[in-house]
């Protein structure tokens, strides 16, 4: 890809940080190749850069290859600490059965790359983040948009199940052994109309339809 494909190219440059200096060289190699961006190793044992050229705009790749999830999350809480500005992290060679792609996107990394990764993906990265963009592989990405939604659920019943009175518990937990209303009633002393007014209550409240739907509900929440 050409330099004239990126907006201020000239204000772009990448640093490769990691202990694998011939890793690194090709790396470098590569990109510079692919992106028409300038390269810099920085061969040693940190993750990033000591220190930037603060009149560029600095994608980092760190090399993640046998860092511990508590050195990842730990290394990008330090580098943010240190308050260096325009600065992009690509994290690569991660270790995928760590699985803290999330905490580490919460932290503010631009990119991640496996282990299992093919290298000629890591350009993309570069693409991306030139364009404002985060990069996730496909199947990344869907990962955790699929984490997301479960979360999302699981916070929406919490609410549901908050909404609900001691009472409106006791009388769901009966509903979904499959107690009619008349031995609720029995069971609590109540009216058969008091259970009716409760079910009418709890429907609203969870968002269902009717008793067998209550039941479900239920079942999976109490």
Same mark, same amino acid.
């Given at each position: 890809?050409?330099?004239?494909?990126?907006?201020?190219?000239?204000?772009?440059?990448?640093?490769?940080?990691?202990? +694998?200096?011939?890793?690194?060289?090709?790396? +470098?190699?590569?990109?510079?190749?692919?992106?028409?961006?300038?390269?810099?190793?920085?061969?040693?044992?940190?993750?990033?850069?000591?220190?930037?050229?603060?009149?560029?705009? !600095?994608?980092?790749?760190?090399?993640?290859?046998?860092?511990?999830?508590?050195?990842?999350?730990?290394?990008?809480?330090?580098?943010?600490?240190?308050?260096?500005?325009?600065?992009?992290?690509?994290?690569?060679?991660?270790?995928?059965?760590?699985?803290?792609?999330?905490?580490?996107?919460?932290?503010?990394?631009?990119?991640?790359?496996?282990?299992?990764?093919?290298?000629?993906?890591?350009?993309?990265?570069?693409?991306?983040?030139?364009?404002?963009?985060?990069?996730?592989?496909?199947?990344?990405? !869907? !990962?955790?948009?699929?984490?997301?939604?479960?979360?999302?659920?699981?916070?929406?019943?919490?609410?549901?199940?908050?909404?609900?009175?001691?009472?409106?518990?006791?009388?769901?937990?009966?509903? !979904?052994?499959?107690?009619?209303?008349?031995?609720? +009633?029995?069971?609590?002393?109540?009216?058969?109309?008091?259970?009716?007014?409760?079910?009418?209550?709890?429907?609203?409240?969870?968002?269902?339809?009717?008793?067998?739907?209550?039941?479900?509900? +239920?079942?999976?929440?109490?």
């Amino acid at each position: 890809m050409a330099k004239s494909e990126f907006n201020d190219a000239v204000k772009w440059l990448i640093y490769i940080a990691g202990s +694998a200096k011939l890793q690194s060289e090709l790396l +470098a190699v590569f990109i510079e190749k692919e992106t028409g961006l300038p390269c810099r190793i920085e061969s040693d044992k940190s993750m990033f850069p000591l220190e930037l050229v603060q009149e560029r705009h !600095s994608i980092i790749f760190s090399d993640c290859r046998n860092r511990s999830a508590k050195s990842l999350v730990s290394g990008m809480r330090e580098f943010n600490r240190s308050g260096k500005a325009n600065a992009f992290v690509i994290l690569f060679n991660v270790d995928s059965s760590l699985e803290i792609e999330e905490e580490l996107l919460g932290l503010g990394i631009w990119g991640i790359f496996h282990e299992e990764d093919p290298p000629s993906s890591l350009p993309l990265g570069v693409k991306a983040i030139c364009k404002g963009e985060i990069w996730l592989s496909r199947q990344l990405m !869907s !990962s955790c948009l699929e984490n997301f939604r479960r979360r999302s659920s699981g916070n929406d019943q919490s609410e549901k199940i908050n909404s609900l009175t001691k009472r409106e518990c006791e009388v769901l937990k009966m509903l !979904s052994v499959g107690s009619g209303n008349d031995q609720i +009633a029995t069971d609590l002393c109540v009216s058969i109309h008091t259970v009716r007014s409760h079910l009418y209550r709890i429907f609203k409240k969870i968002d269902v339809a009717n008793r067998h739907q209550a039941s479900i509900w +239920a079942n999976r929440n109490l």
